[in-house]
């Protein structure tokens, strides 16, 4: 199982970023979707939500309206269209996979918020 994100990087505040975590391993159309992220110091925060067919979405209050999670199933591959960005979003973002009992954390990627 391998759980793989990309698209972190330096981006200056008002900006954009996409990250993917593509998938491998199992079935993925089966698993729901959750990107977390942690900041240095800060307890791991539950950014977004999406279900396993992709056709329901949540997000944490600090990120509504910014921040878009999807999938493409064809592909493995779940998404986070991240703008807007503030420096307060800088953390390290993981992808998580869940099918109870059932649950997998990609290794995380970083994203700096900083002019």
């Known amino acids: 199982v391998q759980l793989v994100e990309s698209g972190g990087g330096l981006v200056q505040p008002g900006g954009s970023l996409r990250l993917s975590c593509e998938a491998s391993g199992f079935t993925f159309s089966n698993y729901r979707m959750r990107w977390s992220r942690q900041a240095p110091g800060k307890e791991r925060e539950l950014v977004a939500t999406?279900?396993?067919?992709?056709?329901?979405?949540n997000y944490a209050d600090s990120v509504k309206g910014r921040f878009t999670i999807s999938r493409n199933n064809a592909k493995n591959t779940v998404y986070l269209q991240m703008n807007s960005l503030k420096p307060e979003d800088s953390a390290v973002y993981y992808c998580?996979?869940?099918?109870?009992?059932?649950?997998?954390w990609g290794q995380g990627t970083q994203v700096t918020v900083s002019s």
């Open positions: 999406i279900t396993s067919a992709g056709d329901n979405t």
């Open positions: 998580l996979a869940q099918s109870w009992p059932k649950a997998y």
